[in-house]
T-cell receptor
Framework: SAVISQKPSRDICQRGTSLTIQCQVDSQVTMMFWYRQQPGQSLTLIATANQGSEATYESGFVIDKFPISRPNLTFSTLTVSNMSPEDSSIYLC?????????FGPGTRLTVL | KQEVTQIPAALSVPEGENLVLNCSFTDSAIYNLQWFRQDPGKGLTSLLLIQSSQREQTSGRLNASLDKSSGRSTLYIAASQPGDSATYLCAVPYYGNNRLAFGKGNQVVVIP
């Protein structure tokens, strides 16, 4: 299995600011994924991050709002830009390996 | 796009009872189906992965069945314990093998 860590585990931010979330995997992976879970809702895929190329965003998500970096095969960042209270969610990083999906512990973001 | 529904949304059972959690999905052309557990405010823990060629998968007190043709999966938890209290999420891939569509979850409370 893959072991995934995320930083920060939680944060409280002011409206209009940005937060960068880090995701570290203990093995090299081709694809990393970023999901969002709004309160009371299911997980929704934001984007897929491949090393060496632009991230692929799902419908409803744009690069200006959620810029993603993927500098190597074990690391990725997701930035939540110009935050509003609607961005309050749990953000989860995941990887595909051994024919199944593994998830990080999540970053709980509250925007005031 | 794949739509995933989980019923019931929430349930409470006395300790020792068996749990039956249902998941349905709209597109039966899936590679696999995965059940996760999520504790409040936390990330996801993979419980069981069923390949499309399998009809069921077992791990300890957990058993998951898959009826691909009817678009359904059921997670059985035998002899429930208070530690089983959590939200259980069902997920299936869409647009390939590694983007996941999630249901909203079955929120379970096991009463001592």
């Amino acid at each position: 299995s893959a072991v995934i860590s995320q930083k920060p585990s939680r944060d409280i931010c002011q409206r209009g600011t940005s937060l960068t979330i880090q995701c570290q995997v203990d093995s090299q992976v081709t694809m990393m994924f970023w999901y969002r879970q709004q309160p009371g809702q299911s997980l929704t895929l934001i984007a897929t991050a491949n090393q060496g190329s632009e991230a692929t965003y799902e419908s409803g998500f744009v690069i200006d709002k959620f810029p993603i970096s993927r500098p190597n095969l074990t690391f990725s960042t997701l930035t939540v830009s110009n935050m509003s209270p609607e961005d309050s969610s749990i953000y989860l990083c995941s990887v595909w390996g051994y024919n199944e999906q593994f998830f990080g512990p999540g970053t709980r973001l509250t925007v005031l | 796009k794949q739509e995933v529904t989980q019923i019931p949304a929430a349930l409470s059972v006395p300790e020792g009872e068996n749990l039956v959690l249902n998941c349905s999905f709209t597109d039966s052309a899936i590679y696999n189906l995965q059940w996760f557990r999520q504790d409040p405010g936390k990330g996801l823990t993979s419980l069981l992965l069923i390949q499309s060629s399998q009809r069921e998968q077992t791990s300890g007190r957990l058993n998951a069945s898959l009826d691909k043709s009817s678009g359904r999966s059921t997670l059985y938890i035998a002899a429930s314990q208070p530690g089983d209290s959590a939200t259980y999420l069902c997920a299936v891939p869409y647009y390939g093998n590694n983007r996941l569509a999630f249901g909203k979850g079955n929120q379970v409370v096991v009463i001592p």
